[in-house]
């Protein structure tokens, strides 16, 4: 027995054949054109499972379920994305979209949740009851995941982690608030700061490594000038730390997970971030060292997470 | 059929027989006396129960369950009482040693944990699946229910909401951290704000309310003071609902839950706090209007909503 993991993105649209332990038999992507009409996208996401189906010689009746994991606030229950800004979907009837051309259970889930619970199901947490997944990239994304089961609130809009205010008074982040968790935690608040701190420190190798070029900063640059023992770089990272530290704690201090599993470009890092990083969240946590049981780790499934995870939503619909 | 629902404090212990839809059938209350051993504690616990049951002529036959809210970290599994710091109990086994004196199912929560699934159960709410009960007194206060389920982690510390820092270069916090919340949304918090803006403007009605006295500051004074129009009162309380709106954005960003139930002193002062905020919360949520849907309500049970949780607390562990 298989399922179909689908993780639709701004950019392309990702599709596995994924067997009961998680194992991604066969996978591939087609891109997502999102300035289409939604039913042409779903479609697409139809074609690209039947597709992989038919290259791996598996049969429809050998197919369980598909899961779709979608940027924007679902609908599970209705199999419905209420609203994705980046897709324009409004009240989009994924399931029932996709039923035309799959007659399977179509199950779905906000896309950073899905690749939480890809996480819990199959990666890191494998052998936890509770974990929260936070991606450090473009923004903060999280995602929770409480006795096998998504914490996304009443509404399915929750599990905003990166819109948790940390600065009353501090930067405005793009949502209108000030001082949210991701315009200091994100990859691109890292790259934001590499770049000031090179710009204002022309001695420093981080100039170098992006061969004066500033556009060329990424996450992973600020690190290895570090490493190479440049102050200015050293600098920021200890500060990305700092700030990443505060907003782990903040979730510690509400939901003491098991696990804290840390994903998206930064977490490539692994112990050059993660060392630093405990010593830090221990100073912050409530009950302080004796009350930090919970582990930080780096997410395992990587950018295969959102396909498995939405492969395994039947476990949540299903109470397998 | 009763249950006995009693609510452990560092200066009382109040206990009361609850019947099946949490009505208070009698209550009392004895001195905790907490320099006391645990074990003395506890058997006044279980003194004061059997006295009401004597004194309104209920068999203990009739006695389903006891239920206790404690401070500090429980183990609800094992029926101990992991750490609690002013009650000086370290693994002490309420359950065993309550069961000396009532052979009945003895169940175990946090106190805030436990006033939170009161009002989920039986007071704001009634009818809603999830709810996140805030406390604003001494410090701020957390409880979170999601599905008929406490939520305090892994480990049973968390839900301390109170401990979300909000300003990491903020007000140091008794835990140690920078910017915690209750720094700025306790009446604690508001108090100290009160006094100082009560100096720093001898003219102000915050002085004349308390008599030139300014130990006799609480809570409900500079609400009463901006009601009559005094500007530097009303400032302070601008101040404060800005702080607290900042913080119950954070946790409807993370929870999304169909109620926020606010508790304590504080709220008290019904719509005057409530009406004011919600305008600031929705300025500060991810989703702006549209996404507001989660309702902001003052908590029903007032005090009796630890005995009543304690009483109720059988219902999570039975399945009822």
């Not at 090179?198 to 100039?207: D, E, G, H, M």
């Amino acid at each position: 027995m298989y399922n179909i993991g689908i993780d639709l993105g701004g950019t392309n649209i990702a599709a596995a054949i994924v067997d009961e332990n998680g194992t991604i038999i066969r996978k591939g992507s087609t891109p997502t054109m999102s300035e289409r009409d939604y039913s042409a996208i779903i479609k697409d996401m139809a074609m690209l499972a039947l597709k992989l189906l038919e290259e791996e010689g598996i049969d429809i009746d050998d197919i369980h379920s598909v899961g779709v994991g979608s940027p924007g606030t679902p609908d599970p229950e209705n199999g419905i994305i209420v609203y994705a800004n980046n897709l324009r979907f409004h009240n989009t009837p994924i399931r029932q979209e996709m039923k035309k051309y799959i007659d399977k259970p179509i199950y779905l889930g906000n896309d950073a949740n899905v690749a939480a619970f890809g996480e819990y199901e199959c990666g890191t947490g494998l052998e936890c009851n509770n974990l929260v997944a936070i991606t450090l990239g473009t923004g903060v994304g999280g995602g929770i995941v409480i006795d096998g089961k998504i914490i996304s609130g009443s509404f399915n809009g929750g599990a905003e982690l990166g819109h948790v205010s940390i600065n009353y008074n501090g930067i405005t982040c793009t949502c209108g608030r000030k001082g949210c968790w991701e315009q200091y935690s994100s990859a691109s608040a890292l790259i934001r700061d590499a770049k000031e701190a090179a710009t204002n420190n022309p001695q420093s190798k981080l100039n170098e490594l992006v061969d004066g070029d500033l556009s060329k900063m990424n996450a992973k640059i600020p690190f290895d000038a570090a490493l190479e023992g440049d102050e200015v770089a050293d600098k920021v990272i200890k500060n990305y730390i700092k700030y990443l530290a505060i907003g782990i704690a903040n979730v510690i201090n509400v939901f003491q997970p098991e696990i804290v599993v840390l994903g998206g470009g930064v977490s490539a890092q692994r112990d050059n971030l993660i060392k630093p990083l405990e010593k830090e969240v221990i100073n912050e946590i409530y009950g302080g060292k004796n009350a930090f049981k919970t582990k930080i780790k780096v997410a395992k499934l990587g950018n295969d997470a959102g396909i498995i995870g939405a492969a395994m939503l039947y476990k949540i619909y299903e109470k397998v």
